[in-house]
């Protein structure tokens, strides 16, 4: 069945710090990608999606990009701040099927 | 407000009893769902209801039950409360099943099972 695999972390970063989060899926259609973030004590909020191959999601200065040569969809941020905190999630979809989610990355950036 | 929430935010109950945990949305999305979110397991779904009287089991059912009588409600019901099922549970609803509408997700109900 479709999966999905991230780095677990926790990931540590200083403030401004350059931030990726891998993902990486195998699935046996065309799904649609997305990443979800978890702010402490919260439920899961959308961050951004992609529905097709080289579709580029991004929302609140995070960026990731739908790679179906090397089945990613890594999730990048040009400099974290302290606010970035939180558990982030790699999820997928197929036509007609429950999403797949990843296991979650905690992401603590420090002052 | 407009939205989906969950009820209690909290609850702490003792072995053997029954609890319910609520769910309400406010969008009329069809799809409605449970998870149960755990150290080193992730988020896996308990049962899912893809209408009103139309219900599913996800990959960790045991335990629990649900209903959905009315497409903006679906509760969700520990008939023998365990300690194994103390959790966080997330309700989520999803307008279709097409897959680029996403799930939006309840705030959560922290279950502890004393």
């Known amino acids: 069945g479709d999966s999905v695999t991230q780095m677990e972390g926790p990931v540590t970063l200083s403030e401004e710090a350059f931030l990726t989060i891998n993902c990486t899926y195998t699935a046996t259609g065309y799904p649609s990608l997305f990443w979800y973030v978890q702010y402490p004590g919260e439920g899961l909020q959308l961050l951004l999606k992609a529905t097709k191959a080289d579709d580029k999601g991004s929302n609140k200065g995070f960026e990731a990009t739908y790679r179906k040569e090397t089945t990613s969809f890594h999730l990048e941020k040009g400099s974290v701040q302290v606010s970035d905190s939180a558990v982030y999630f790699c999820?997928?979809?197929?036509?007609?099927?429950?999403?797949?989610f990843g296991p979650g990355t905690r992401l603590s950036v420090l002052p | 407000d407009a939205g989906i929430t969950q009820s209690p935010r909290y609850k702490i109950t003792e072995t053997g009893r029954q609890v319910t945990l609520m769910c309400h949305q406010t969008w009329s999305h069809s799809y409605m769902f449970w998870y149960r979110q755990d150290l080193g397991h992730g988020l896996r779904l308990i049962y899912y209801?893809?209408?009103?009287?139309?219900?599913d089991k996800g990959e960790v059912p045991d335990g629990y039950v649900v209903s959905r009588s009315k497409t903006e409600n679906f509760p969700l019901t520990l008939e023998s409360a365990t300690r194994s099922q103390t959790s966080v549970y997330f309700c989520a609803s999803r307008r279709t099943d097409r897959d680029s509408y996403g799930y939006t997700f309840g705030s959560g109900t922290r279950l502890t099972v004393v």
């Open positions: 999820a997928l979809s197929d036509v007609g099927q429950n999403f797949v």
């Open positions: 209801s893809a209408a009103a009287d139309i219900t």
